[in-house]
Nanobody
Framework: QVQLVESGGGSVQAGGSLRLSCSAP????????MAWFRQAPGKEREVVATIEGYDTTTYADSVTGRFTISQDNAKNTLYLQMNSLKPEDTAMYYCAAGECGLVQVEYIYWGQGTQVTVSS
């Protein structure tokens, strides 16, 4: 059973920052695209950011310019740096690995999620 383990969520005021981390087996980074998704209560899970080939990134329009996805291959860890957080960023954030794409069905492996709550 492949395990992706997220950490770094928490509660922050609007305008603040958080950095999410996701650890995974080494072979995941050499085989699959990695991504961050999020799901707010009552809403569908949506892509936040993806990374392919270690340096090709895509972002949802709602987070462009505020969030940065990156990898540390020496540590087998995926990151999501989130700056200028807004209350609408409140959601459960999931790390995922799979085929490159912008929809969850393209991703095979998922973490358990880490909660991010942004207060106004």
């Amino acid at each position: 059973q492949v395990q992706l383990v997220e950490s770094g969520g928490g509660s922050v005021q609007a305008g603040g920052s958080l950095r999410l981390s996701c650890s995974a087996p080494e072979y995941i980074y050499s085989t699959y695209c990695m991504a961050w998704f999020r799901q707010a209560p009552g809403k569908e899970r949506e892509v936040v950011a993806t990374i392919e080939g270690y340096d090709t990134t895509t972002y949802a329009d709602s987070v462009t310019g505020r969030f940065t996805i990156s990898q540390d291959n020496a540590k087998n860890t995926l990151y999501l740096q989130m700056n200028s957080l807004k209350p609408e960023d409140t959601a459960m954030y999931y790390c995922a690995a799979g085929e490159c794409g912008l929809v969850q069905v393209e991703y095979i492996y998922w973490g358990q999620g880490t909660q991010v709550t942004v207060s106004s």
